[in-house]
């Protein structure tokens, strides 16, 4: 009886993290999504707890960009769209890291042609955080993530797809 | 233990080399090496893993041990003097490296210990990838 007390009682702080959220100006399809994960991951529950006692904008900013990785990687999946991962070798390290950085680079270009991260954020739903994480870092891109840009940006599926897409 | 690198720890291993956290030779001498001793037969019987500074178990939001989850921890790391550390869930005598990052402050660690937990849970539901192992 006090265990599903205490649950009830962390799913209506969720839900109430929620309003806040949408209240923030975040995407509802982004909100959804986080409260779906929240109700089947302790973690996913923690971090919308985190954006809630968030110290600051970044750190707020940086939760969102978190959930959206999670969202993004747990929809992957989901959905088989997990291809045969390669097994790295440690010396390969370098060179993937810089196809990586390459490949962004050249579609960020194409984002900046058309009306920049805020605008992108805007067609996909996806938190400006976390395409501002995507396009600075040289973490593998999810293939969700590419074809809601590619939508996005008018793109082909087959124009965005890279060697080491997850 | 087995010592398996998952799709988690090469994507945060590949943005600490590109933000010039981790340099090769940091990896090669301190870090790898280390991580490594998790491959003996009874690792934490080393006497390194009862140093609360270099090993510790993993803490979610409110201070309570997460279940499988740990940490490894190097201090003062590289010119920047980060302080880095290695999220690893152990799971069935094997140990999934998870995340690698710096812990810039309390907040960003509770950050990475609610992923961690997320990356427990999908490693127990076999929903996870590998990218290689040590």
């Given at each position: 009886?006090?265990?599903?007390?205490?649950?009830?009682k962390?799913?209506?702080?969720i839900?109430?993290i929620?309003?806040?959220?949408?209240?923030?100006?975040?995407?509802p399809?982004?909100?959804?999504?986080?409260?779906?994960?929240?109700?089947?991951?302790d973690?996913?529950?923690?971090l919308?707890?985190?954006?809630?006692?968030a110290?600051?904008?970044?750190?707020?900013?940086?939760?969102?960009?978190?959930?959206?990785?999670e969202?993004?990687a747990h929809?992957s999946?989901?959905?088989l769209?997990r291809?045969?991962?390669?097994v790295?070798?440690?010396?390969?390290?370098?060179?993937?890291?810089?196809?990586?950085?390459?490949?962004?680079?050249?579609?960020?270009r194409?984002?900046?042609?058309?009306?920049?991260?805020?605008?992108?954020?805007?067609?996909?739903?996806?938190?400006?955080p976390s395409?501002?994480?995507?396009?600075?870092?040289?973490?593998?891109p999810r293939?969700?993530?590419?074809?809601?840009?590619?939508r996005?940006?008018?793109?082909?599926?087959?124009?965005?797809?890279?060697?080491?897409?997850? | 233990?087995?010592?398996?690198?998952?799709?988690w720890?090469?994507?945060?291993?590949?943005d600490?080399?590109?933000?010039?956290?981790l340099?090769?030779?940091?990896?090669?001498?301190k870090?790898?090496?280390?991580v490594?001793?998790?491959k003996?037969?009874?690792?934490?019987?080393?006497?390194?893993?009862?140093?609360p500074?270099?090993?510790?178990?993993?803490?979610d939001?409110?201070?309570?041990?997460?279940?499988?989850?740990f940490?490894m921890k190097?201090?003062?790391?590289?010119s920047?003097?980060?302080?880095?550390?290695l999220?690893?869930?152990?799971?069935?005598n094997?140990?999934?490296?998870?995340?690698?990052?710096v812990k810039?402050?309390?907040?960003v660690?509770r950050r990475?210990?609610?992923?961690?937990?997320?990356?427990?849970q999908?490693?127990?539901?076999?929903?996870f990838?590998?990218?290689?192992?040590?």
């Amino acid at each position: 009886m006090k265990n599903s007390k205490k649950k009830a009682k962390e799913l209506v702080r969720i839900f109430e993290i929620a309003v806040a959220m949408r209240a923030a100006r975040l995407s509802p399809e982004f909100v959804v999504k986080s409260v779906r994960l929240a109700l089947d991951y302790d973690g996913a529950r923690e971090l919308m707890l985190l954006w809630a006692q968030a110290p600051s904008a970044q750190d707020c900013e940086d939760v969102e960009a978190d959930l959206q990785d999670e969202i993004d990687a747990h929809h992957s999946r989901s959905n088989l769209q997990r291809g045969k991962r390669k097994v790295v070798r440690f010396d390969d390290v370098e060179l993937i890291a810089k196809d990586i950085e390459g490949f962004k680079r050249h579609l960020r270009r194409i984002v900046d042609q058309q009306g920049g991260i805020s605008a992108l954020a805007h067609k996909t739903g996806i938190p400006q955080p976390s395409l501002s994480r995507f396009f600075n870092s040289v973490s593998v891109p999810r293939r969700v993530t590419l074809y809601k840009i590619a939508r996005a940006l008018g793109l082909r599926d087959d124009e965005i797809i890279t060697n080491w897409v997850a | 233990m087995r010592v398996l690198i998952t799709e988690w720890a090469l994507d945060s291993y590949l943005d600490l080399r590109h933000r010039n956290i981790l340099s090769t030779s940091d990896f090669k001498r301190k870090v790898r090496p280390d991580v490594e001793l998790l491959k003996l037969e009874m690792p934490l019987s080393h006497p390194k893993f009862s140093n609360p500074k270099f090993w510790g178990p993993a803490k979610d939001l409110n201070n309570r041990v997460i279940s499988k989850g740990f940490k490894m921890k190097w201090h003062n790391m590289g010119s920047g003097k980060f302080q880095l550390r290695l999220a690893i869930a152990v799971i069935k005598n094997s140990a999934f490296l998870c995340q690698g990052y710096v812990k810039q402050s309390e907040f960003v660690d509770r950050r990475e210990m609610a992923k961690l937990r997320i990356r427990i849970q999908d490693i127990e539901q076999g929903d996870f990838e590998l990218r290689g192992s040590l």
